[in-house]
């Protein structure tokens, strides 16, 4: 079974950084894409980000520009890099992973943006 742990969430400050990793249980050339969905507070889970087995990326508008997605192939690793955090960035962050029809998700990681 595919375990996917993330690290690296926890409390910032409106336009400060974070970065979030996500360690996959084997070789991540077996996904066809990664990335990262966040669930606000009584909201529904999004895309953040994504990025394919060929390293296309993908974001979503609210995030362009500021974040950033990728791989570390020999670590097995995927990475989002955070800046300039807004209050509309907290949530709940999940790692995602596909091989076809086959979903992955990880447990998930706080991040809270707040002065």
């Known amino acids: 079974q595919v375990q996917l742990v993330e690290t690296g969430g926890g409390l910032v400050q409106p336009g400060g950084s974070l970065r979030l990793s996500c360690a996959a249980s084997?070789?991540?050339?077996?996904?066809?894409?990664m990335g990262w969905y966040r669930q606000a507070p009584g909201e529904q889970r999004e895309l953040v980000a994504d990025i394919n087995v060929g390293g296309v990326t993908h974001y979503a508008d609210s995030v362009n520009g500021r974040f950033t997605i990728s791989r570390d192939n020999a670590k097995n690793t995927v990475n989002l890099q955070m800046n300039s955090l807004k209050s509309e960035d907290t949530g709940v962050y999940y790692c995602?992973?596909?091989?076809?029809?086959?979903?992955?998700w990880g447990m998930g990681t706080q991040v809270t943006v707040s002065s």
């Open positions: 995602h992973a596909h091989i076809l029809r086959r979903q992955f």
């Open positions: 084997e070789n991540i050339f077996n996904f066809n894409a």
